[in-house]
Structure formats: structure tokens, C-alpha cells
């Protein structure tokens, strides 16, 4: 068999984002929207090492950022529906055979946040607050996302923002930034299950594992979410987290420090990170129904 050259991987990449293009464009209702939205989407997969409304204005062939502007500000078009494409899209292109990155090959649903650093008062959400994509507390808006990921690769396929109570309690705030007044407070707990409730009928059945950190993995309720949506996950929790209520175990640490041999743990790597690649310890316990009987032969 002839080896694919580069030049045609990059004329069928070409041919598929052209395919792409079509598809997405009657989302935009208007011929100059659909014309920036391709614009903007060349853009953003460009080598223009800045992607801001100016940079992706000139690579558009515009000479000011007004266009791109407008189609992100005030132009009408349905969010939700390009939010709804690109779940599809992203969950069929990455159909791996059924073969996923999970436990039994299954397909990771991954849930996490990230910030994004924003000054002033105006921008939706924006306030002081920690972020660990910022490495502490700042002036930033964050984003609860969620990610497919399976053994050919992982994309985001879905977002919401995270308001703050100042802004949720304030409504003419709210008003002057378009939040409707239906937005209510809710914890990013909260916000992941929304997503995870909107993304389930897109995902195949009984292939989906969960994971997420802290945040999520201490809130009992985002756990029984789960349970109840019969999803098997994989969450952080804290050191005092109650594993059973029983001398000695009662704890997740005292669990590890009474039972863990040294030996018992397997280093396993947990992909790159920003400074270097990174590992983590396993210890795996399957720990017995709370409600079991205790002592000699339970």
C-alpha cells in the first residue's frame, strides 16, 4: 500500500473542514454570518499565535475586529444548537471501534474547570476567585467543561459558566450583561450535572465511566447523581472523606495508613502536565457494603 504523503493528509484535512463549514452553517442565519463564522474557525486552527478579535480579523482578510465582534456580541444565531453540533460531531468522530480510554474500554466523561482571566465588572461572572488554571485567586470568569475522551483522542463537548452569588443577587447586573433572569445560583456540582443530563443520550449505553476532581468528587449529591444515572466513576475526595463507619477505616487516610502495604501501590503515568509529565500512586480496595455484617466469616 503507497504511503499517505503530507500534502494529502493536509488536502483531506482540508476537504473535511470544508465539509465541516456546511454542515455548521445553517446555525447562522444570515450569508455574512456564516461567512466570519468559517473565517473565525480558520482562525482559531491557524498558526496565529494571538487568537483575539484582531489577529483573527487580519488573518480573515478584515482589516479591523468589528465582523468578528459582532458575530461573538450581537449577532443572532442559536448557541445551543452549535453546542449540540459539536457534541455530536465530536462523540461520532471519536468512535473508536468501541474501544474507549476507561475501565473495560468504556468512554471517559471528564468534568473540570478552568479560568479565565478578565478585569472590570461587566464581563458575565467575572469576580474574585480562586482558579487553579491561574494558580490562585484572581479577578477571572470560570467555566465548568466537559470532555469526551475515548482511544482516538478527546475534545470538549460542552460549557457553562460559573455565577458567583454577587452576580446571581444582583440582578440588574445580570440584565446589563444579557443573563436572563431565570439563571439562578448554582455550584459547579450543580452545573456539571446539567451537562452530564444533556450529554447522556448522545454517549453509548453502558460505555461511560466518570471522572472528575475534588470539587465535584466531595459533593455527595453530584455522587449520587451518578449512582442514580447508573455511571460509574472515578473522583478526588478529601483525606477525611467517611469510607466506613467502623474503627480504623472510618476515614479514607486511616484506610490507607492501617491497611496499604508499601508494596501494594503501582506508579502509573497520569499524562503531561504544563512543567513535565506526571505519575500517579494506586492502591485499589474494594471496600464492603456498609451495611454488611461485621467480624469472623462477613
Known amino acids: 500500500m503507497p504511503e499517505t504523503t503530507d500534502r494529502e493528509r493536509a488536502e483531506e484535512f482540508s476537504d473535511q473542514l470544508e465539509n465541516l463549514l456546511v454542515e455548521v452553517g445553517g446555525i447562522f442565519p444570515r450569508a455574512d454570518l456564516r461567512l466570519r463564522a468559517a473565517r473565525c474557525i480558520r482562525g482559531l486552527l491557524s498558526p496565529v499565535s494571538r487568537k483575539n478579535g484582531w489577529q483573527l480579523a487580519e488573518y480573515g482578510g478584515d482589516a479591523e475586529p468589528w465582523g468578528q465582534q459582532h458575530l461573538l456580541d450581537r449577532s443572532v444565531w442559536d448557541v445551543d444548537a452549535l453546542r449540540d453540533f459539536t457534541r455530536r460531531y465530536v462523540i461520532d468522530g471519536l468512535d473508536h471501534g468501541g474501544r474507549g480510554a476507561g475501565p473495560g474500554e468504556a468512554g471517559v466523561l471528564v468534568v ?13 461572572g467575572v469576580a474574585r476567585q480562586y482558579s ?19 482511544g482516538g483522542g478527546q475534545a470538549l463537548i460542552d460549557r457553562e459558566i460559573y455565577q458567583p ?18 439563571v439562578s445560583f448554582a455550584t ?18 453502558d460505555r461511560v465511566w466518570v471522572a472528575a476532581d475534588e470539587v465535584y468528587g ?12 447508573h455511571l460509574p ?8 472523606h467517611t469510607v466506613l463507619p467502623r474503627p480504623g477505616r472510618r476515614h479514607a487516610a486511616r484506610l490507607v495508613e492501617r491497611h496499604a502495604a508499601e508494596d501494594d501501590w503501582v506508579t502509573l503515568p497520569a499524562g503531561p ?17 456498609p451495611e454488611a455484617e461485621t467480624g469472623d466469616g462477613a
Open 273 to 289: 502536565s504544563q512543567l513535565d509529565s506526571r505519575v500517579w500512586q494506586w492502591w485499589v480496595r474494594r471496600i464492603p457494603d
Open 112 to 124: 473540570d474547570e478552568t479560568g479565565f482571566a478578565k478585569k472590570g465588572r461587566a464581563s458575565v
Open 188 to 205: 459547579k456540582p450543580r452545573l456539571a450535572e446539567q451537562m452530564i443530563a444533556r450529554t447522556l443520550p448522545n454517549l453509548p449505553e
Open 132 to 150: 487553579g488554571t491561574l494558580g490562585g485567586v484572581f479577578p477571572c470568569q470560570i467555566g465548568v467543561m466537559a470532555a469526551w475522551a475515548t
Open 218 to 229: 466531595r459533593d455527595g449529591a453530584f455522587r449520587v447523581f451518578l449512582e442514580e444515572h
Open 233 to 240: 466513576y472515578a473522583v478526588n475526595v478529601q483525606a477525611n
Open 165 to 182: 452569588r454577587e452576580w446571581t443577587e444582583d440582578r440588574a447586573r445580570c440584565r446589563a450583561a444579557h443573563v436572563p433572569d431565570t
